[in-house]
């Protein structure tokens, strides 16, 4: 199946710092999504992005589809930015697979005040 | 506007008794999707879901797990004799489409222990 991996597994910020988080996946994906899982466990939608590039306030994102990475831009980080960042692609598998979400490992932020 | 609702919040139960988590989707989506997190891993795929069919379930562990999503009312995800290697938060997120455009929204899941 397909392989995503993420960079950093951990990063440490002071407040006010900007920061770069990377997806790579193994093979071409029709959907990719980046999530933010705060302290609470919650998972929260930052980006729909299977390609370009988007932005929402300080976060942008882009998808880079051919090369088969999507990067992830946190500017000015805030302490309420802290926790697990998430990226997932839709596996493009074929037939009925459409709905599988495969995840890579996170990048674990932590942004102190 | 209500997003993807998911109860009970915590679930605690004994070995052996049976645990039952609802999913309800968001208004108008028809797809539904299970996803595990066990400690300090990730999010992994159980099942995909339409309204009275399972569409996908290669993520489903071959014993004791189950999942329903009738023509009224929620999805349901089972698990019979439960095992504190159960124990994880569980997602259910939906989708208003199936394939490339299907953005799935999650809600804020199911955390389940086993005693």
């Known amino acids: ?113 | 506007n209500a997003g993807v609702m998911q109860n009970p919040r915590h679930l605690v139960r004994r070995r052996g008794q049976e645990a039952r988590l609802r999913c309800s989707p968001m208004k108008g989506h028809s797809h539904v999707y299970w996803y595990r997190q066990l400690p300090e891993e990730g999010l992994k795929f159980m099942v995909y879901l339409q309204k009275e069919n399972i569409i996908d379930e290669s993520g489903m562990p071959k014993e004791r797990f189950s999942a329903e999503f009738p023509k009224e009312g929620p999805s349901i995800l089972r698990i019979q004799q439960v095992v504190r290697g159960d124990s994880a938060a569980y997602f259910c997120a939906s989708s208003l489409t199936q394939g490339a455009r299907n953005e799935q929204f999650f809600g804020p899941g199911t955390r389940l222990t086993v005693l």
């Open chain 1, 1 to 113: 199946g397909i392989q995503v991996e993420q960079s950093p597994p951990d990063l440490i910020l002071q407040e006010g710092a900007n920061s770069t988080l990377r997806c790579n996946f193994s093979d071409s994906v029709n959907n990719l999504q980046w999530f933010h899982q705060n302290p609470w466990g919650q998972l929260i939608n930052l980006f729909y992005i299977p390609s370009g590039t988007k932005q929402n306030g300080r976060l942008s994102a882009t998808t880079v589809a051919t090369e088969r990475y999507s990067l992830l831009y946190i500017s000015s980080s805030q302490t309420t930015d802290s926790g697990v960042y998430f990226c997932a692609v839709l596996d493009n598998a074929g037939g009925t697979s459409y709905g599988k979400l495969t995840f890579g490992q996170g990048t674990i932020l932590t942004v102190h005040p």
